[in-house]
């Protein structure tokens, strides 16, 4: 015969609440990162142009890329793309409508802290640049590839990248409007591809136009990984230096002034 207590000990079975901090960021970030990979458009964006580039760049001679071979050059540069293509402007777009259709307003209503959404973010970007660095590595080693350097600066490097370019995505995307975000991130990604050192050397710009673009994060990232994958050389530190720089202005001003609604 069952008693009051033991009538009432499955009422709350399982017991309702939220879930605990960790094992929910864990699984807005394999959310995130599964609505990634299933969106066509991004996966264009972040996988596909970047390796075609690569492919074309390093066996068609269409620009000089200095001494040695094209592959060595490209390679960082192309590396340097992925981290932008995926931390800024894929993260930007879809941040953007997301604000648009009223999806961060839901999700910052859950028991998922904002600061926590935003972290599940950032993983699932960082999740998504391992699978980019795989593929690209891979396909740059079969182009004849001969990488140099440490791979925890290179690691640092990457880090510092996606913290800058993370900032300025949310910032571009907690302040316009989704269809101006859009437009303005794919105009970014075209500008910064042909101005930031990806595919065509500074060098070969005017020297007013590059004192400015040295300034520029994606030029701090490419030169970076360019100077200890190509050249071997050790820790760049002027381009952690203003790497870090873009990372704190852009996630101070995206944590000041991004918008929920």
Known sequence: ????????????????????????????????????????????????IPTLLLALFAT??????????????????????????TAFTGQAIATGFERRYGVLKRLGASPLPRWALMTAKTGS????????????????????????????TVAALLLLGTAAFSGLGLLMAGTLRAEATLAA??????????GGGVVVPLERFPEAAQSVLQLLPIAALSDGLRDVLQHGEPVPW??????????????????RFFRWE
């Open 1 to 48: 015969m069952s008693t009051e207590a033991d009538r009432t000990a499955g009422v709350f079975t399982p017991r309702p609440g939220a879930a605990p901090l960790g094992r929910m960021i864990a699984a807005q970030t394999a959310l995130e990162t599964r609505m990634l990979l299933r969106n066509g458009e991004q996966l264009l964006l972040t996988v596909v």
């Open 60 to 85: 068609v001679d269409i620009v000089d890329t200095g001494t040695g071979r094209a592959v060595d050059f490209l390679a960082p540069g192309v590396l340097a793309l992925a981290v932008m293509s």
């Open 125 to 152: 970007v960082l999740v998504t640049e391992l699978l980019q660095t795989a593929l690209l590595t891979a396909v740059a080693l079969a182009l004849g590839w001969s990488p140099r350097g440490n791979p925890l």
């Open 185 to 194: 991130a794919n105009l970014v990604f075209i500008l910064l591809l042909v």
């Open 238 to 255: 002027g381009d952690l230096g203003l790497l870090a720089g873009w990372s704190v202005l852009g996630l101070g001003l995206a944590a």
